[in-house]
């Protein structure tokens, strides 16, 4: 891998990790609302990785809210708890909480087996940060 690409990775996670704190905190959580999807905050092209983009979006589950097993096929995801706390697992690995201020990371294709928020009275609020392959959609629901 290029120097120059590892610099551009940094580079562009040092400025969502900025933004995603200057934007949360206009957001309290009493305005928040139920998400069906994440909310997409960018989609940028890394001109430096021909077929490349960033994908950065904010999860804002409800209490015992969670997602069927999925992957994303071809990316590097990257997760940082933003609030709350958050009940995660790759490949059928053993679950681990996660809470405000802890990271994650999925290999692109991995299974993500557990995806969701353990807490009864709690919001999760996660920052997801992709190193995407443009050609695919950034989440496939496992077939059964």
């Given amino acids: 891998m290029r120097n120059g690409s590892i610099s551009s990775y940094v580079a562009v996670a040092a400025a969502a990790a900025v933004a995603s704190v200057a934007a949360t905190s206009a957001i309290r959580t009493s305005d928040a609302q139920p998400a069906a999807a994440p909310a997409q905050l960018l989609t940028q092209a890394l001109s430096d ?30 997760g940082y708890v933003l609030e709350g706390t958050y009940e ?36 999760t609020k996660i920052l997801v940060f992709m190193v995407a392959d443009q050609k695919n959609p950034s989440t496939v629901a496992e077939k059964p």
Avoid: C, I, W
């Fill in 49 to 78: 990785l021909p077929g490349r983009e960033v994908r950065m979006s904010l999860l804002d589950r409800p209490p015992q809210a969670s997602s069927p097993p999925h992957r994303h096929p071809g990316h590097h995801t990257f």
């Fill in 88 to 123: 995660f697992a790759v490949d059928g690995g053993a679950p681990r909480t996660l809470k405000a201020g802890e990271v994650f990371y999925e290999p692109p294709g991995a299974l993500h087996s557990t995806s969701r928020n353990p807490s009864s009275n709690a919001r």
